[in-house]
Nanobody
Framework: QVQLVESGGGLVQAGGSLRLSCAAS????????MGWFRQAPGKDREFVAY????????YYADSVKGRFTISRDNAKNTVYLQMNSLKPEDTAVYYC?????????????????WGQGTPVTVSS
């Protein structure tokens, strides 16, 4: 079965950087578009970034555009999220997910398999 394992979260000061990783197994990784989502306490899970299976198409939430970069290494079955200029409002648990056949790239319901999440805390 598909397994996704996120890592790289932690505590960082505002303005700092973190790089999240998501290692995938149990699938032909390059065939799957991937997404990063986040969920802050008491809030709904929200879209952060999307990358196509080939890596050629990428989309970002407006709130992270210009600060976050999604990338993937299909040889390593891993997708990354480089987060720069972090703000306290970026504090959340970050999840990676495999995208299904839906045309919607920013909807939670468009994604099939999810990791367990990695927490990110940005202090002011």
């Amino acid at each position: 079965q598909v397994q996704l394992v996120e890592s790289g979260g932690g505590l960082v000061q505002a303005g700092g950087s973190l790089r999240l990783s998501c290692a995938a197994s149990g699938l032909t990784f390059s065939s799957y578009a991937m997404g990063w989502f986040r969920q802050a306490p008491g809030k709904d899970r929200e879209f952060v970034a999307y990358i196509a299976g080939s890596g050629t198409s990428k989309y970002y939430a407006d709130s992270v555009k210009g600060r976050f970069t999604i990338s993937r290494d299909n040889a390593k079955n891993t997708v990354y999220l480089q987060m720069n200029s972090l703000k306290p409002e970026d504090t959340a648990v970050y999840y990676c997910a495999t995208k299904g056949s839906s045309v919607w790239y920013s909807r939670v319901s468009a994604y099939d398999s999810w990791g367990q999440g990695t927490p990110v805390t940005v202090s002011s």
